[in-house]
């Protein structure tokens, strides 16, 4: 696992700005990332092989992949923050000795990045790993940095650096001829949307990013985070169910399980606050159950979550989103779209806003009667979009929006859609 922090991001980010040139800056980061994933899959082979009761042998492929590391001056109890840190300090205290030309400036920085030994750790990596049906590697927390403020064009670049790497370093440890052994190598980037929606902005060709959007469209599959979580707690009692035993029946008329679902965004983390929230409130009432009062007080605590969510989401974008989302406080959740074009024109918004509200899922769009899509991607929008203009067409009206449930109990919005 790579879970970088804001600190370590910070950090590169200001060996970036000092190379000048964009297709130096580029070609560093693509390989600080080659060099990185390279020795992060060697050092955690090497661990797992030394934690074994057998340890390992003199003389193994495993052995001569310790030694050179070793040999790099990388020890097997080293993390990645150490050595990314080790990696940006070096370059950014040689950056005065950075040659002018493009060809011995990457020289330059290939030497500080070990870049050639990086082929005879491949060929030892294949030796000494080539038992394993798979090698994963997730990557995590690039998200960290990405706070009001920061330099978004340069932390996208950042990102755009180790999805490029990604391929590269897939591909090469895949390969397989007289030198090397293949390794089924995967490397996952966990990625916030409206992240990769900036990142894709900086590509040259976007469309060669591999992606996979992960969506929680099916209510029942949400579900299970929670009945899943709490049978595996109780794996002494067959049939646990954490609806009949943990929660009241009905809340505000409701099943309770359906009432969840309902009020929050289709996210597992959301679900599972509420759930907590809910959970901490009757512990300090001493209820026996979750009761519906405690939901009740629960959900103002979540809606306050993720409205600070959307906030932040909203931080590379030129939207002053915190004025326009209390423009909606008090209101009926159902409004036309004459309503919510002028209520967000009062706070300088418009257009602009109420679409990035559609697209964060804050609005859903009304697509046949008394029915609103909140859209997870842009072909859902586009969708919705026309599906909702000609049902306003037949209907004789502006097309209507509606507030998404979670949003609504912090800003006091009235539910008008619960039954």
Same mark, same amino acid.
């Given at each position: 696992m790579i879970k970088p922090s804001s600190y370590e991001l910070e950090g590169l980010l200001g060996v970036i700005h000092h190379l000048k040139q964009r297709e130096l800056g580029d070609y560093f980061l693509e390989g600080l990332w080659r060099y990185? /994933?390279?020795?992060?899959?060697?050092?955690? #082979?090497?661990? &797992?092989?030394?934690?074994?009761?057998?340890?390992?042998?003199?003389?193994? *492929?495993?052995?001569?992949?310790?030694?050179e590391m070793v040999s790099i001056g990388i020890q097997a109890d080293e993390d990645? +923050?150490?050595r990314l840190e080790n990696v940006v300090k070096q370059l950014h205290d040689d950056l005065a000795e950075l040659p002018s030309s493009t060809g011995d400036a990457r020289s330059f920085i290939n030497e500080r990045l070990n870049a050639g030994v990086l082929a005879d750790l491949r060929r030892t990596l294949g030796l000494a790993v080539q038992d394993r049906e798979r090698v994963a590697v997730l990557i995590d927390n690039l998200d960290k940095a990405w706070e009001r403020g920061t330099d978004y064009p340069l932390l996208a670049r950042l990102i755009l650096g180790l999805l490029t790497a990604v391929g590269k370093v897939e591909r090469e440890f895949r390969r397989e001829d007289s030198w090397r052994r293949g390794v089924n190598l995967s490397l996952t980037v966990f990625l916030r949307a409206d992240i990769y929606n900036v990142v894709a902005q900086h590509a040259r060709e976007p469309d060669k990013i591999s992606t996979l959007s992960i969506e929680w469209k099916d209510p029942e599959l949400l579900a299970r985070v929670i009945e899943d979580r709490y049978a595996?707690?109780?794996?002494?009692?067959? =049939? #646990?169910?954490?609806?009949?035993?943990?929660?009241? *029946?009905?809340?505000? =008329?409701?099943?309770?399980?359906?009432y969840l679902l309902w009020r929050v965004l289709p996210r597992p983390r959301d679900l599972v606050y509420l759930g907590n929230a809910a959970l901490t409130a009757a512990v300090n009432r001493r209820h026996?159950?979750?009761?519906?009062?405690?939901?009740?007080?629960? &959900?103002? =605590?979540?809606?306050?979550?993720?409205?600070? +969510?959307?906030?932040?989401?909203?931080?590379?974008?030129?939207?002053?989103?915190?004025?326009? /989302?209390?423009?909606?406080?008090g209101l009926d959740s159902t409004l036309d779209e004459t309503q919510v074009v002028q209520l967000l024109n009062g706070v300088g918004g418009g257009l602009v806003t109420r679409?990035?509200?559609?697209? #964060? =899922?804050?609005?859903? /769009? &009304?697509?046949?009667?008394e029915h609103f899509e909140y859209v997870q991607d842009a072909a859902a929008e586009r969708r919705a979009r026309v599906l909702g203009r000609r049902l306003a067409e037949r209907n004789g009206r502006p097309s209507r929006l509606r507030v998404h449930p979670a949003f609504r109990p912090y800003l006091e919005i009235r539910d008008d859609d619960l039954h």
């Open positions: 990185l /994933l390279y020795t992060e899959v060697a050092i955690s #082979a090497v661990r &797992e092989a030394e934690a074994r009761p057998a340890g390992i042998a003199i003389g193994s *492929a495993m052995d001569q992949l310790r030694a990645f +923050a150490v595996a707690a109780h794996e002494s009692l067959p =049939g #646990a169910n954490v609806w009949t035993e943990l929660f009241d *029946a009905e809340v505000q =008329g409701v099943p309770t399980r359906d026996e159950q979750v009761t519906s009062d405690d939901i009740i007080f629960a &959900e103002k =605590g979540y809606s306050l979550f993720a409205l600070d +969510a959307l906030l932040v989401e909203s931080y590379a974008t030129d939207i002053d989103l915190e004025n326009s /989302l209390y423009e909606f406080a679409d990035w509200l559609v697209r #964060a =899922g804050f609005l859903g /769009l &009304e697509v046949s009667d």
